[in-house]
Protein backbone atom coordinates (compact mmCIF):
# COMPACT_ATOMS: atom_id res chain seq x y z
CA UNK A 1 0.00 0.00 0.00
CA UNK A 2 1.60 3.46 -0.99
CA UNK A 3 1.72 6.56 1.66
CA UNK A 4 -1.87 7.92 2.01
CA UNK A 5 -1.74 11.60 1.02
CA UNK A 6 -4.09 14.00 3.41
CA UNK A 7 -6.55 14.69 0.48
CA UNK A 8 -9.85 13.03 -0.58
CA UNK A 9 -10.10 11.97 -3.95
CA UNK A 10 -13.42 11.98 -5.88
CA UNK A 11 -15.12 8.82 -5.56
CA UNK A 12 -16.22 7.47 -8.63
CA UNK A 13 -19.87 6.61 -9.08
CA UNK A 14 -21.58 3.99 -11.12
CA UNK A 15 -25.02 4.93 -12.81
CA UNK A 16 -26.90 1.38 -13.30
CA UNK A 17 -30.17 0.10 -13.84
CA UNK A 18 -33.31 -1.00 -16.32
CA UNK A 19 -33.31 0.39 -20.15
CA UNK A 20 -34.29 3.46 -20.39
CA UNK A 21 -35.38 4.20 -16.65
CA UNK A 22 -33.11 7.38 -17.09
CA UNK A 23 -29.73 7.18 -16.13
CA UNK A 24 -28.30 9.30 -19.36
CA UNK A 25 -30.67 11.92 -19.04
CA UNK A 26 -30.22 12.19 -15.36
CA UNK A 27 -26.32 13.18 -16.16
CA UNK A 28 -26.95 15.42 -19.07
CA UNK A 29 -29.34 17.59 -16.51
CA UNK A 30 -25.89 17.55 -14.09
CA UNK A 31 -24.28 18.51 -17.22
CA UNK A 32 -26.26 20.91 -18.69
CA UNK A 33 -25.55 18.82 -22.46
CA UNK A 34 -27.77 16.73 -24.40
CA UNK A 35 -25.83 13.89 -25.08
CA UNK A 36 -29.08 10.98 -24.86
CA UNK A 37 -30.58 12.74 -27.64
CA UNK A 38 -27.55 11.87 -29.45
CA UNK A 39 -27.63 8.27 -29.02
CA UNK A 40 -28.75 5.91 -31.56
CA UNK A 41 -32.09 4.76 -30.84
CA UNK A 42 -32.16 6.41 -27.56
CA UNK A 43 -29.65 3.79 -25.92
CA UNK A 44 -26.95 3.37 -24.12
CA UNK A 45 -24.26 1.57 -25.82
CA UNK A 46 -20.72 2.23 -24.79
CA UNK A 47 -19.79 3.14 -21.36
CA UNK A 48 -18.39 6.36 -20.03
CA UNK A 49 -17.51 8.89 -17.58
CA UNK A 50 -17.94 12.64 -16.55
CA UNK A 51 -16.31 14.77 -13.52
CA UNK A 52 -18.67 16.78 -11.59
CA UNK A 53 -16.46 19.34 -10.04
CA UNK A 54 -17.49 21.09 -6.69
CA UNK A 55 -18.77 24.48 -8.29
CA UNK A 56 -21.33 22.75 -10.30
CA UNK A 57 -22.27 20.25 -6.86
CA UNK A 58 -22.56 23.81 -5.43
CA UNK A 59 -24.32 25.14 -8.15
CA UNK A 60 -26.94 22.76 -8.04
CA UNK A 61 -28.01 22.18 -4.59
CA UNK A 62 -28.79 25.22 -3.26
CA UNK A 63 -32.27 24.33 -2.71
CA UNK A 64 -31.42 21.89 0.00
CA UNK A 65 -31.39 23.58 3.09
CA UNK A 66 -29.27 21.23 5.11
CA UNK A 67 -26.64 20.78 2.33
CA UNK A 68 -25.87 24.29 1.86
CA UNK A 69 -24.33 24.87 4.99
CA UNK A 70 -21.94 21.78 4.48
CA UNK A 71 -18.29 22.11 3.77
CA UNK A 72 -17.65 20.24 0.32
CA UNK A 73 -14.52 18.13 1.37
CA UNK A 74 -14.52 16.36 -2.39
CA UNK A 75 -12.88 17.56 -5.50
CA UNK A 76 -15.93 16.45 -7.48
CA UNK A 77 -17.64 13.17 -8.43
CA UNK A 78 -16.73 11.36 -11.01
CA UNK A 79 -19.43 9.23 -12.76
CA UNK A 80 -19.75 6.52 -14.61
CA UNK A 81 -22.69 6.04 -17.34
CA UNK A 82 -23.45 2.20 -18.35
CA UNK A 83 -25.80 1.05 -20.80
CA UNK A 84 -29.36 -0.48 -19.46
CA UNK A 85 -30.01 -2.99 -22.52
CA UNK A 86 -29.44 -6.35 -21.89
CA UNK A 87 -26.71 -6.98 -24.28
CA UNK A 88 -24.42 -4.57 -22.53
CA UNK A 89 -24.12 -7.21 -19.23
CA UNK A 90 -20.31 -7.22 -19.49
CA UNK A 91 -20.35 -2.87 -18.99
CA UNK A 92 -22.48 -2.65 -16.25
CA UNK A 93 -20.66 -5.53 -14.60
CA UNK A 94 -17.30 -3.17 -15.25
CA UNK A 95 -18.78 -0.28 -14.15
CA UNK A 96 -19.45 -1.50 -10.82
CA UNK A 97 -16.59 -3.28 -10.19
CA UNK A 98 -14.50 0.08 -10.63
CA UNK A 99 -16.69 2.49 -8.30
CA UNK A 100 -17.03 3.38 -4.77
CA UNK A 101 -20.53 3.91 -4.83
CA UNK A 102 -23.54 3.95 -7.33
CA UNK A 103 -27.02 4.80 -8.56
CA UNK A 104 -29.35 2.47 -8.87
CA UNK A 105 -32.14 4.04 -11.09
CA UNK A 106 -35.85 2.93 -10.90
CA UNK A 107 -38.94 4.40 -12.83
CA UNK A 108 -41.27 5.18 -10.77
CA UNK A 109 -44.00 4.32 -13.18
CA UNK A 110 -42.19 0.59 -14.18
CA UNK A 111 -40.87 -0.63 -10.62
CA UNK A 112 -38.59 -3.11 -10.81
CA UNK A 113 -37.53 -4.32 -13.86
CA UNK A 114 -34.96 -7.71 -15.35
CA UNK A 115 -31.51 -5.29 -15.68
CA UNK A 116 -32.86 -3.55 -12.30
CA UNK A 117 -32.37 -7.32 -10.58
CA UNK A 118 -28.98 -7.71 -12.58
CA UNK A 119 -27.72 -4.76 -11.45
CA UNK A 120 -29.02 -5.27 -7.60
CA UNK A 121 -27.12 -8.64 -7.77
CA UNK A 122 -23.78 -6.76 -9.16
CA UNK A 123 -23.73 -4.59 -6.54
CA UNK A 124 -24.22 -6.87 -3.80
CA UNK A 125 -21.33 -9.00 -5.08
CA UNK A 126 -19.46 -5.64 -4.88
CA UNK A 127 -20.80 -5.15 -1.40
CA UNK A 128 -21.35 -1.44 -3.30
CA UNK A 129 -22.79 1.06 -1.35
CA UNK A 130 -25.78 2.59 -3.27
CA UNK A 131 -29.08 4.93 -3.33
CA UNK A 132 -31.83 4.28 -5.32
CA UNK A 133 -33.29 7.56 -7.53
CA UNK A 134 -36.63 6.66 -8.32
CA UNK A 135 -37.15 8.83 -11.76
CA UNK A 136 -39.43 10.22 -13.79
CA UNK A 137 -42.08 11.69 -10.68
CA UNK A 138 -43.12 13.75 -13.29
CA UNK A 139 -44.75 11.35 -14.97
CA UNK A 140 -46.89 11.44 -12.23
CA UNK A 141 -50.85 12.71 -12.65
CA UNK A 142 -50.89 16.49 -12.59
CA UNK A 143 -47.54 16.72 -10.93
CA UNK A 144 -45.82 20.33 -10.53
CA UNK A 145 -42.49 20.85 -10.73
CA UNK A 146 -40.24 22.47 -8.10
CA UNK A 147 -37.04 22.15 -9.11
CA UNK A 148 -35.92 25.06 -6.47
CA UNK A 149 -37.58 23.15 -3.74
CA UNK A 150 -36.15 19.88 -1.78
CA UNK A 151 -38.00 17.00 -3.26
CA UNK A 152 -39.52 16.88 0.09
CA UNK A 153 -41.19 20.09 -0.06
CA UNK A 154 -42.41 19.71 -3.39
CA UNK A 155 -43.92 16.17 -3.16
CA UNK A 156 -45.71 17.81 0.08
CA UNK A 157 -46.84 20.67 -2.30
CA UNK A 158 -48.37 18.25 -4.58
CA UNK A 159 -52.39 17.89 -5.32
CA UNK A 160 -53.89 15.15 -3.24
CA UNK A 161 -54.51 12.98 -6.03
CA UNK A 162 -50.56 13.53 -7.20
CA UNK A 163 -49.36 12.78 -3.40
CA UNK A 164 -51.74 9.83 -3.00
CA UNK A 165 -50.11 8.28 -6.35
CA UNK A 166 -46.81 8.97 -5.16
CA UNK A 167 -47.65 7.59 -1.88
CA UNK A 168 -49.05 4.24 -3.63
CA UNK A 169 -45.86 3.79 -6.32
CA UNK A 170 -43.35 4.23 -4.14
CA UNK A 171 -45.62 1.75 -1.24
CA UNK A 172 -45.17 -0.39 -4.57
CA UNK A 173 -41.86 0.20 -5.06
CA UNK A 174 -40.65 -0.78 -1.41
CA UNK A 175 -42.80 -3.57 -1.63
CA UNK A 176 -40.95 -5.09 -4.41
CA UNK A 177 -37.67 -4.21 -3.14
CA UNK A 178 -38.31 -6.27 -0.09
CA UNK A 179 -39.17 -9.18 -2.11
CA UNK A 180 -35.59 -9.04 -2.79
CA UNK A 181 -34.58 -8.88 0.52
CA UNK A 182 -33.50 -5.29 0.42
CA UNK A 183 -34.65 -2.29 3.12
CA UNK A 184 -35.64 0.87 0.80
CA UNK A 185 -36.90 4.00 2.34
CA UNK A 186 -37.45 8.13 1.14
CA UNK A 187 -34.54 9.59 1.96
CA UNK A 188 -36.04 11.70 4.64
CA UNK A 189 -38.13 9.23 6.44
CA UNK A 190 -34.71 7.35 8.19
CA UNK A 191 -31.87 9.09 10.03
CA UNK A 192 -29.70 5.92 9.69
CA UNK A 193 -28.83 4.31 6.48
CA UNK A 194 -26.73 1.44 7.96
CA UNK A 195 -29.92 -0.95 7.50
CA UNK A 196 -31.84 0.83 5.04
CA UNK A 197 -30.83 2.33 0.84
CA UNK A 198 -32.14 5.63 0.32
CA UNK A 199 -34.75 6.52 -2.07
CA UNK A 200 -34.40 9.59 -3.89
CA UNK A 201 -37.62 10.38 -6.20
CA UNK A 202 -35.95 12.48 -9.29
CA UNK A 203 -37.37 14.07 -12.59
CA UNK A 204 -34.11 14.17 -15.47
CA UNK A 205 -36.55 16.39 -17.34
CA UNK A 206 -38.03 18.98 -14.34
CA UNK A 207 -34.63 18.67 -12.42
CA UNK A 208 -37.03 18.04 -9.15
CA UNK A 209 -34.70 15.68 -6.71
CA UNK A 210 -31.41 16.11 -8.77
CA UNK A 211 -30.14 18.46 -6.08
CA UNK A 212 -30.94 16.29 -3.12
CA UNK A 213 -29.78 13.02 -5.24
CA UNK A 214 -25.95 14.81 -5.50
CA UNK A 215 -26.03 16.14 -1.62
CA UNK A 216 -26.77 12.85 -0.53
CA UNK A 217 -23.79 11.60 -2.41
CA UNK A 218 -21.44 13.91 -1.69
CA UNK A 219 -22.81 13.72 2.35
CA UNK A 220 -21.93 9.69 2.07
CA UNK A 221 -18.78 10.24 0.32
CA UNK A 222 -17.15 12.47 2.60
CA UNK A 223 -18.64 10.67 5.68
CA UNK A 224 -19.23 6.80 5.45
CA UNK A 225 -16.57 6.62 2.84
CA UNK A 226 -14.29 8.86 3.17
CA UNK A 227 -11.37 6.35 4.48
CA UNK A 228 -11.74 4.77 1.74
CA UNK A 229 -11.62 8.07 -0.49
CA UNK A 230 -8.01 8.45 1.22
CA UNK A 231 -5.39 9.49 -2.32
CA UNK A 232 -2.84 7.77 -2.00
CA UNK A 233 0.54 7.39 -3.44
CA UNK A 234 0.46 3.74 -4.92
CA UNK A 235 -1.56 3.90 -8.47
CA UNK A 236 -5.28 2.21 -9.24
CA UNK A 237 -6.45 2.61 -12.66
CA UNK A 238 -8.11 0.28 -14.98
CA UNK A 239 -9.23 0.11 -18.23
CA UNK A 240 -13.08 1.31 -18.88
CA UNK A 241 -12.38 1.09 -23.19
CA UNK A 242 -10.58 0.34 -25.80
CA UNK A 243 -11.61 2.32 -29.15
CA UNK A 244 -9.95 3.71 -32.66
CA UNK A 245 -10.05 7.67 -32.45
CA UNK A 246 -9.98 9.16 -35.80
CA UNK A 247 -6.00 11.08 -35.60
CA UNK A 248 -5.09 9.38 -32.19
CA UNK A 249 -5.23 5.50 -33.31
CA UNK A 250 -6.46 3.32 -30.71
CA UNK A 251 -6.77 5.07 -27.54
CA UNK A 252 -7.71 3.62 -24.01
CA UNK A 253 -10.26 5.20 -21.78
CA UNK A 254 -8.85 4.79 -17.99
CA UNK A 255 -10.87 5.43 -14.55
CA UNK A 256 -8.13 6.61 -12.74
CA UNK A 257 -8.85 5.83 -9.03
CA UNK A 258 -5.93 6.85 -6.93
CA UNK A 259 -2.87 7.79 -7.45
CA UNK A 260 -1.00 10.53 -9.56
CA UNK A 261 -0.22 9.43 -13.69
CA UNK A 262 1.97 11.16 -15.46
CA UNK A 263 2.93 11.71 -19.04
CA UNK A 264 5.58 9.68 -19.91
CA UNK A 265 4.97 7.24 -17.78
CA UNK A 266 5.96 3.44 -18.69
CA UNK A 267 2.62 1.87 -18.37
CA UNK A 268 2.44 -2.17 -17.96
CA UNK A 269 -1.00 -3.52 -19.37
CA UNK A 270 -3.01 -6.71 -19.93
CA UNK A 271 -3.05 -7.45 -23.48
CA UNK A 272 -4.61 -10.23 -25.54
CA UNK A 273 -0.93 -11.45 -25.80
CA UNK A 274 -0.13 -11.33 -22.42
CA UNK A 275 1.23 -8.38 -20.47
CA UNK A 276 3.05 -6.07 -22.49
CA UNK A 277 4.72 -2.18 -21.78
CA UNK A 278 4.31 1.36 -23.48
CA UNK A 279 4.95 4.94 -22.71
CA UNK A 280 1.54 7.02 -21.81
CA UNK A 281 2.29 9.43 -24.87
CA UNK A 282 -0.80 11.62 -24.20
CA UNK A 283 -3.00 11.96 -21.37
CA UNK A 284 -5.86 13.87 -22.81
CA UNK A 285 -9.25 14.21 -20.21
CA UNK A 286 -12.63 15.74 -21.65
CA UNK A 287 -13.59 19.54 -19.81
CA UNK A 288 -15.36 19.24 -16.41
CA UNK A 289 -19.54 18.04 -17.08
CA UNK A 290 -18.39 16.65 -20.75
CA UNK A 291 -18.51 12.87 -21.24
CA UNK A 292 -15.21 10.98 -21.63
CA UNK A 293 -17.33 8.66 -24.88
CA UNK A 294 -18.13 11.38 -26.59
CA UNK A 295 -15.72 13.13 -29.07
CA UNK A 296 -14.65 16.25 -27.33
CA UNK A 297 -12.31 18.72 -27.72
CA UNK A 298 -10.04 16.78 -25.11
CA UNK A 299 -7.18 18.92 -22.72
CA UNK A 300 -3.99 17.30 -23.11
CA UNK A 301 -2.49 16.90 -19.32
CA UNK A 302 1.29 16.69 -17.54
CA UNK A 303 -0.54 14.98 -15.02
CA UNK A 304 -3.49 13.94 -13.61
CA UNK A 305 -4.57 13.22 -9.43
CA UNK A 306 -7.53 11.03 -8.96
CA UNK A 307 -10.28 10.26 -9.56
CA UNK A 308 -10.60 11.06 -13.41
CA UNK A 309 -11.88 9.60 -16.85
CA UNK A 310 -8.75 9.85 -18.68
CA UNK A 311 -7.74 8.91 -22.10
CA UNK A 312 -4.45 7.39 -23.17
CA UNK A 313 -2.20 7.54 -26.08
CA UNK A 314 0.67 5.10 -26.82
CA UNK A 315 1.95 2.52 -28.92
CA UNK A 316 0.26 -1.01 -29.08
CA UNK A 317 -2.80 0.14 -27.04
CA UNK A 318 -5.14 -2.20 -29.59
CA UNK A 319 -3.34 -5.05 -27.87
CA UNK A 320 -5.39 -4.11 -24.34
CA UNK A 321 -8.20 -5.75 -22.54
CA UNK A 322 -11.00 -3.47 -21.10
CA UNK A 323 -11.59 -4.26 -17.49
CA UNK A 324 -7.80 -4.72 -16.59
CA UNK A 325 -5.69 -2.80 -13.71
CA UNK A 326 -2.81 -0.61 -15.54
CA UNK A 327 0.74 -0.58 -13.61
CA UNK A 328 3.27 2.50 -13.56
CA UNK A 329 7.00 1.18 -13.78
CA UNK A 330 8.68 3.87 -11.49
CA UNK A 331 12.15 2.17 -12.73
CA UNK A 332 13.12 -0.02 -15.77
CA UNK A 333 13.77 -3.28 -13.63
CA UNK A 334 9.82 -2.82 -12.27
CA UNK A 335 9.18 -3.79 -15.95
CA UNK A 336 9.28 -7.69 -15.82
CA UNK A 337 7.88 -7.40 -12.07
CA UNK A 338 4.75 -5.46 -12.95
CA UNK A 339 4.37 -7.66 -16.02
CA UNK A 340 4.44 -10.86 -13.86
CA UNK A 341 1.61 -9.27 -11.94
CA UNK A 342 -0.45 -7.93 -14.82
CA UNK A 343 -0.60 -12.01 -15.98
CA UNK A 344 -1.70 -12.75 -13.02
CA UNK A 345 -5.16 -11.25 -13.91
CA UNK A 346 -6.68 -13.75 -15.31
CA UNK A 347 -9.47 -12.15 -17.52
CA UNK A 348 -12.47 -14.08 -18.31
CA UNK A 349 -12.11 -11.47 -21.40
CA UNK A 350 -9.12 -13.91 -22.64
CA UNK A 351 -11.34 -16.89 -22.95
CA UNK A 352 -14.30 -14.63 -24.37
CA UNK A 353 -12.27 -13.51 -27.35
CA UNK A 354 -11.28 -16.98 -28.07
CA UNK A 355 -11.09 -17.53 -31.63
CA UNK A 356 -12.81 -20.52 -33.64
CA UNK A 357 -11.02 -21.76 -37.06
CA UNK A 358 -13.81 -21.35 -38.49
CA UNK A 359 -16.64 -18.46 -38.00
CA UNK A 360 -18.17 -14.83 -38.50
CA UNK A 361 -15.55 -12.09 -38.45
CA UNK A 362 -16.63 -9.30 -36.11
CA UNK A 363 -16.02 -5.78 -35.97
CA UNK A 364 -16.99 -2.55 -33.44
CA UNK A 365 -16.43 0.79 -32.31
CA UNK A 366 -15.20 -0.10 -28.82
CA UNK A 367 -13.70 -3.40 -27.15
CA UNK A 368 -16.68 -3.73 -24.62
CA UNK A 369 -19.36 -3.56 -27.93
CA UNK A 370 -17.14 -6.37 -29.29
CA UNK A 371 -17.38 -8.02 -26.27
CA UNK A 372 -20.73 -7.63 -26.20
CA UNK A 373 -21.71 -8.92 -29.79
CA UNK A 374 -19.52 -12.03 -28.91
CA UNK A 375 -21.13 -13.30 -25.85
CA UNK A 376 -24.22 -12.75 -28.06
CA UNK A 377 -22.88 -15.57 -30.61
CA UNK A 378 -21.33 -17.49 -28.35
CA UNK A 379 -24.78 -17.82 -27.12
CA UNK A 380 -26.62 -18.24 -30.29
CA UNK A 381 -23.89 -21.07 -30.94
CA UNK A 382 -22.19 -19.02 -33.91
CA UNK A 383 -18.63 -19.20 -34.32
CA UNK A 384 -15.95 -16.16 -34.66
CA UNK A 385 -12.39 -16.47 -36.49
CA UNK A 386 -11.69 -12.84 -36.35
CA UNK A 387 -12.54 -9.73 -34.40
CA UNK A 388 -11.41 -6.03 -34.27
CA UNK A 389 -12.00 -2.84 -33.29
CA UNK A 390 -12.23 0.15 -35.67
CA UNK A 391 -13.36 1.08 -39.31
CA UNK A 392 -13.35 -2.47 -41.67
CA UNK A 393 -10.34 -2.01 -44.28
CA UNK A 394 -9.39 -3.90 -46.72
CA UNK A 395 -7.86 -6.46 -44.54
CA UNK A 396 -10.14 -7.16 -42.64
CA UNK A 397 -12.46 -8.64 -45.70
CA UNK A 398 -9.60 -10.25 -46.65
CA UNK A 399 -9.28 -12.29 -43.77
CA UNK A 400 -13.04 -12.83 -43.20
CA UNK A 401 -12.86 -14.12 -47.73
CA UNK A 402 -10.78 -17.05 -45.90
CA UNK A 403 -13.81 -18.30 -44.86
CA UNK A 404 -15.05 -18.66 -48.76
CA UNK A 405 -12.55 -21.50 -49.27
CA UNK A 406 -13.58 -23.25 -46.16
CA UNK A 407 -17.48 -22.69 -45.21
CA UNK A 408 -18.74 -19.56 -47.04
CA UNK A 409 -21.94 -19.26 -44.68
CA UNK A 410 -18.76 -17.64 -42.53
CA UNK A 411 -17.84 -15.72 -45.04
CA UNK A 412 -19.51 -12.73 -42.91
CA UNK A 413 -18.65 -9.31 -41.27
CA UNK A 414 -20.59 -8.39 -38.35
CA UNK A 415 -19.63 -4.63 -38.33
CA UNK A 416 -21.23 -2.76 -35.11
CA UNK A 417 -20.79 1.21 -35.34
CA UNK A 418 -17.76 1.06 -37.35
CA UNK A 419 -17.29 2.92 -40.84
CA UNK A 420 -16.78 0.59 -43.87
CA UNK A 421 -13.96 2.02 -46.22
CA UNK A 422 -15.40 2.56 -49.61
CA UNK A 423 -12.32 -0.18 -50.95
CA UNK A 424 -12.98 -2.50 -48.63
CA UNK A 425 -16.83 -2.61 -49.66
CA UNK A 426 -15.81 -2.76 -53.17
CA UNK A 427 -13.65 -5.55 -52.54
CA UNK A 428 -16.22 -7.58 -50.29
CA UNK A 429 -18.95 -7.08 -53.29
CA UNK A 430 -16.35 -8.83 -55.91
CA UNK A 431 -15.18 -11.29 -53.37
CA UNK A 432 -18.60 -12.49 -51.96
CA UNK A 433 -17.99 -11.21 -48.54
CA UNK A 434 -20.96 -10.14 -46.91
CA UNK A 435 -20.94 -7.06 -44.79
CA UNK A 436 -23.88 -6.37 -41.98
CA UNK A 437 -23.44 -2.77 -40.33
CA UNK A 438 -26.02 -1.26 -37.83
CA UNK A 439 -25.50 1.63 -34.84
CA UNK A 440 -27.78 0.07 -33.18
CA UNK A 441 -26.49 -3.21 -31.49
CA UNK A 442 -29.81 -5.79 -31.83
CA UNK A 443 -30.90 -4.69 -35.27
CA UNK A 444 -27.24 -5.96 -36.26
CA UNK A 445 -28.31 -9.42 -34.30
CA UNK A 446 -32.01 -9.24 -36.07
CA UNK A 447 -30.63 -8.61 -39.36
CA UNK A 448 -27.73 -11.31 -38.84
CA UNK A 449 -30.06 -13.95 -37.91
CA UNK A 450 -32.63 -13.25 -40.45
CA UNK A 451 -29.78 -13.70 -43.13
CA UNK A 452 -29.31 -17.13 -41.85
CA UNK A 453 -32.76 -18.07 -41.56
CA UNK A 454 -33.11 -17.23 -45.11
CA UNK A 455 -29.61 -19.32 -46.08
CA UNK A 456 -30.98 -22.81 -44.54
CA UNK A 457 -34.57 -22.50 -45.02
P1 LIG B 1 -30.13 3.29 -21.53
O1 LIG B 1 -28.84 3.96 -21.36
O2 LIG B 1 -30.43 3.01 -22.95
O3 LIG B 1 -30.29 2.11 -20.66
O4 LIG B 1 -31.29 4.33 -21.04
P2 LIG B 1 -31.16 5.40 -19.88
O5 LIG B 1 -31.45 4.75 -18.57
O6 LIG B 1 -29.89 6.14 -19.98
O7 LIG B 1 -32.41 6.36 -20.17
P3 LIG B 1 -32.35 7.68 -21.06
O8 LIG B 1 -31.61 8.75 -20.38
O9 LIG B 1 -31.92 7.27 -22.41
O10 LIG B 1 -33.89 8.07 -21.07
C1 LIG B 1 -34.84 7.22 -21.70
C2 LIG B 1 -36.09 8.00 -22.06
O11 LIG B 1 -36.73 8.43 -20.87
C3 LIG B 1 -35.80 9.26 -22.84
O12 LIG B 1 -36.84 9.45 -23.75
C4 LIG B 1 -35.83 10.35 -21.81
O13 LIG B 1 -36.19 11.62 -22.30
C5 LIG B 1 -36.88 9.82 -20.85
N1 LIG B 1 -36.65 10.27 -19.46
C6 LIG B 1 -35.52 10.18 -18.75
N2 LIG B 1 -35.67 10.71 -17.55
C7 LIG B 1 -36.93 11.16 -17.50
C8 LIG B 1 -37.73 11.84 -16.50
O14 LIG B 1 -37.29 12.11 -15.39
N3 LIG B 1 -39.01 12.11 -16.83
C9 LIG B 1 -39.55 11.80 -18.03
N4 LIG B 1 -40.83 12.12 -18.24
N5 LIG B 1 -38.86 11.17 -18.98
C10 LIG B 1 -37.59 10.87 -18.71
MG1 LIG C 1 -28.23 5.81 -21.12
NA1 LIG D 1 -32.13 5.07 -23.24
Redesign the pocket.
Known amino acids: EGMSLDYLRSPVVCVLGH??TGK?KILDKIRHTNV?DG?AG???QQIGATFVPEDAIRAQTKMVKEFVKTEIKLPGLLIIDTP?HESFSNLRSRGSSMCDLAILVVDIMHGLEPQTLESLGLLRKGNTPFVVALNKIDRLFDWRRMPTSSVKEAVKKQNKNTKDEFDERVKGVVTEFAEQGLNVALFWEKVDFTDYVPLVPTSAHTGDGMGDLISLLVTYSQGVLAPKLMLSEELEAIVLEVKVIAGLGTTVDVILRNGILKEGDTLVLTGTEGPFSTQARALLMPQPLRELRVKNAYVNHKAIIASQGVKITGKDLEKTLAGTPIFVAKKPDEIEVLKDEASKVVSSMLSAIKLQERGVYVQASTLGSLEALLAFLKQSKIPYCGVNIGPVHKRDVMKASVMLEHDSQWAVILAFDVKVEREAQEIADNVGVKIFTADIIYHLFDNFLLHRKELHD
Open positions: VDTQEGITG
